[in-house]
């Protein structure tokens, strides 16, 4: 059927129009379409270029903007900014042992080289007097450190704790004159104690380690040793922790070996 | 109709030649496909203009595979539905009835029995050339002749049956 289907398709084609200047319509429209191209190309370079200043604008403004102000920036002298961090509150309580505690600097030292410490917050005072609880590593209580200064008078002399009447014979050092007053008879009340009289100005300490009342033998050691109790006592900065002025009043604690009647 | 493939893609005066010498074909191709002149022109104008274009940038490997693949796929844009109304030219002294009948069954084929017909009856290409301008592969394109022809055949046989009676 190819050949007349052939002849047949050409029978169809014979009312065909003129092509008249068709040629030049598709060139002029080939130049058209060109323009139209170009002109698509570069509006899509210039969107292009919009979207990639709009990104960076966006970028940059989002990387560089400030930061909400939780710290106060400070402009040094020198361009830098310093940042000054907000004030800290702080943790230990109001009745914690402040650090111009002369007395507790005497006995933290010994008290942590034992192992032990000074109970946080612990720390109470009066006219005269100082009080410092113990404990161990697992937080179990070990008593106290109780330091005292009193002003005796001329006539005083070292109690002894069997005879009110009677005077101890103190021992002497760099100035001072003490007695150890140390009583572990009783495993529920053990008390380390020393007296010490410093013989310029007849200022009088008296240092107390008691250990845990009734909590057994192990806890119920002082948290100072004699020595240490001594030590304290005999040491010249506590006797300048206290003011002049100073003499163990109201609050005082309750020695195991008073120091006046 | 290839051989002068490199002197189209350089040369206006080459476009020029090639535009002219295949614009009629061209036309009465889209004719067959359409059914209307003056939308073959249109659609001729447009495909051509196309190639012009595509040819000074370059983008033409083969400006008759280029030229006749454009023309299909516009005519198949353009014409989606399978009826259709034969639209004589304006200055058409007569059309004879055989002529409208054969358009007229050309066009309840498939688009792309159509096509195919018009490519390898017309157009005189073959199946290869075919297939690359429909994008199909020559068995493809050998059944849609088998069926384009069937039908055709059968379609002209009622029609002049109709006309007999």
């Given at each position: 059927?190819?050949?007349?289907?052939?002849?047949?398709?050409?029978?169809?084609?014979?009312?065909?129009?003129?092509?008249?200047?068709?040629?030049?319509?598709?060139?002029r429209?080939?130049d058209?379409?060109?323009?139209?191209?170009?002109?698509?190309?570069?509006?899509?370079?210039?969107?292009?270029a919009?979207?990639?200043?709009?990104?960076?604008?966006?970028?940059?403004?989002?990387?560089?903007?400030?930061?909400?102000?939780?710290?106060?920036?400070?402009?040094?002298?020198?361009?830098?900014?310093?940042?000054?961090?907000?004030?800290?509150?702080?943790?230990?309580?109001?009745?914690?042992p402040?650090?111009?505690?002369?007395?507790?600097?005497?006995?933290?030292?010994?008290?942590?080289?034992?192992?032990?410490?000074?109970?946080?917050?612990s720390a109470?005072?009066?006219?005269?007097?100082?009080?410092?609880?113990?404990?161990?590593?697992?937080g179990?209580?070990?008593?106290?450190?109780?330091?005292?200064?009193?002003?005796?008078?001329?006539?005083?002399?070292?109690?002894?704790?069997?005879?009110?009447?009677?005077?101890?014979?103190?021992?002497?050092?760099?100035?001072?004159?003490?007695?150890?007053?140390?009583?572990?008879?009783?495993?529920?009340?053990?008390?380390?104690?020393t007296?010490?009289?410093?013989?310029?100005?007849?200022?009088?300490?008296?240092?107390?380690?008691?250990?845990?009342?009734?909590?057994?033998?192990?806890?119920?050691?002082?948290?100072?040793t004699?020595?240490?109790?001594?030590?304290?006592?005999?040491?010249?900065?506590?006797?300048?922790?206290?003011?002049?002025?100073?003499a163990?009043?109201?609050?005082?604690?309750?020695?195991?070996?008073?120091?006046?009647? | 109709?290839?051989?002068?493939?490199?002197?189209?893609?350089?040369?206006?005066?080459?476009?020029?030649?090639?535009?002219?010498?295949r614009?009629?074909?061209?036309?009465?191709?889209?004719?067959?496909?359409?059914?209307?002149?003056?939308?073959?022109?249109?659609?001729?104008?447009?495909?051509?203009?196309?190639?012009?274009?595509d040819?000074?940038?370059?983008?033409?490997?083969?400006?008759?595979?280029?030229?006749?693949?454009?023309?299909?796929?516009?005519?198949?844009r353009?014409?989606r539905?399978?009826?259709?109304?034969?639209?004589?030219?304006?200055?058409?002294?007569?059309?004879?009835?055989?002529?409208?009948?054969?358009?007229?069954?050309?066009?309840?084929?498939?688009?792309?029995?159509?096509?195919?017909?018009?490519?390898?009856?017309?157009?005189?290409?073959?199946?290869?050339?075919?297939?690359?301008?429909?994008?199909?592969a020559?068995?493809q394109?050998?059944?849609?002749?088998?069926?384009?022809?069937?039908?055709?055949?059968?379609?002209?046989?009622?029609?002049?049956?109709?006309?007999?009676?």
């Open positions: 059927m190819s050949a007349p289907l052939s002849q047949l398709l050409e029978h169809v084609l014979e009312g065909e129009p003129p092509v008249g200047d068709e040629v030049d319509a598709v060139l429209r080939a058209k379409l060109r323009r139209r191209r170009t002109q698509g190309i570069l509006g899509l370079g210039a969107v292009t919009g979207i990639i200043v709009a990104l960076g604008y966006v970028l940059t403004s989002t990387l560089l903007a400030p930061r909400p102000a939780t710290l106060e920036a400070v402009p040094t002298t020198a361009g830098i900014v310093a940042v000054t961090p907000p004030p800290l509150l702080s943790r230990a309580p109001a009745t914690a402040a650090a111009s505690d002369a007395v507790l600097e005497v006995i933290e030292p010994l008290v942590e080289g034992r192992e032990l410490r000074i109970v946080a917050g109470e005072r009066g006219n005269g007097w100082r009080r410092y609880e113990i404990a161990d590593v697992d179990r209580s070990r008593g106290t450190v109780e330091v005292a200064v009193f002003d005796v008078r001329k006539k005083w002399c070292f109690p002894v704790a069997a005879d009110p009447d009677e005077c101890a014979r103190p021992d002497r050092a760099a100035g001072l004159e003490f007695v150890r007053y140390d009583d572990v008879s009783d495993a529920d009340r053990q008390v380390r104690q007296i010490a009289r410093r013989l310029g100005d007849g200022r009088t300490v008296a240092v107390m380690a008691a250990g845990e009342r009734d909590a057994g033998a192990q806890r119920g050691k002082p948290g100072l004699g020595a240490q109790v001594e030590q304290v006592a005999t040491d010249e900065r506590v006797f300048d922790a206290f003011g002049r002025k100073e163990c009043g109201k609050g005082c604690p309750d020695f195991s070996t008073p120091v006046e009647d | 109709m290839s051989g002068d493939k490199k002197s189209v893609e350089s040369d206006d005066v080459a476009l020029r030649e090639f535009v002219a010498s614009l009629p074909q061209l036309r009465r191709t889209a004719f067959l496909m359409c059914g209307d002149w003056q939308m073959a022109a249109e659609l001729t104008r447009e495909t051509l203009a196309r190639l012009v274009a040819s000074r940038r370059g983008a033409v490997a083969d400006p008759d595979v280029f030229a006749w693949s454009e023309l299909m796929e516009a005519c198949r353009r014409n539905r399978r009826e259709h109304v034969f639209v004589a030219s304006a200055g058409a002294a007569g059309v004879e009835a055989e002529s409208i009948l054969l358009l007229d069954a050309l066009h309840k084929l498939t688009p792309r029995c159509r096509a195919v017909l018009v490519l390898r009856y017309w157009d005189g290409f073959d199946v290869d050339a075919t297939g690359a301008m429909l994008d199909l020559d068995e394109v050998s059944a849609y002749e088998r069926a384009g022809l069937a039908a055709l055949e059968k379609l002209l046989s009622e029609s002049e049956a109709a006309m007999a009676g």
